[in-house]
C-alpha cells in the first residue's frame, strides 16, 4: 500500500520558519520525482517545487529564494524548508509523487501565517 504522509505544518509568525516532511512508503522512492503543492484558502491548489530522481529542483516564483526543497532516499523522506514566511503561504500543503503514470498525494498539512 502507497502511503505519503505530510508532517510538520502549524501556526509561525510573519518572517519564521517551517520544515515540512513528507514520509513514504510503498514506493521505490529514489525513482520518483516529489513535489509540495499547497492550497491557499479560496484558491485553486498550485505547484509549490519539485525535485526529480536525479535531485534538480524547480520552485514557483512566489517561494523562490525562500523555501528549498531536499530529500533523503535513505529515509523514504522529501522535506520543504520554508523561510521568511509570509501570511500568503498560509493553505494546506500537500506531498505528491510521480514515476511514469503512477502518481500519488498525501492527506496535507496546515501551515498557517498569522501574528
Known amino acids: 500500500q502507497v502511503r505519503l504522509v505530510e508532517f510538520g505544518g502549524g501556526l509561525v509568525q510573519p518572517g519564521g520558519s517551517l520544515r515540512l516532511s513528507c514520509t513514504t512508503s510503498g514506493i521505490n522512492f529514489r525513482l520518483y520525482a516529489m513535489a509540495w503543492y499547497r492550497q491557499r484558502p479560496g484558491r485553486e491548489r498550485e505547484f509549490v517545487s519539485r525535485i526529480t530522481g536525479a535531485g534538480a529542483t524547480f520552485y514557483a516564483d512566489s517561494v523562490e529564494e525562500r523555501f528549498t526543497i531536499s530529500k533523503d532516499n535513505a529515509k523514504n523522506t522529501m522535506y520543504m524548508q520554508m523561510n521568511r514566511l509570509k501570511p500568503e503561504d498560509t493553505g494546506v500543503y500537500y506531498c505528491?509523487?510521480?514515476?511514469?503514470?503512477?502518481?500519488?498525494w498525501g492527506q496535507g498539512t496546515q501551515v498557517t501565517v498569522s501574528s
Open positions: 505528491y509523487g510521480d514515476w511514469g503514470k503512477n502518481e500519488y
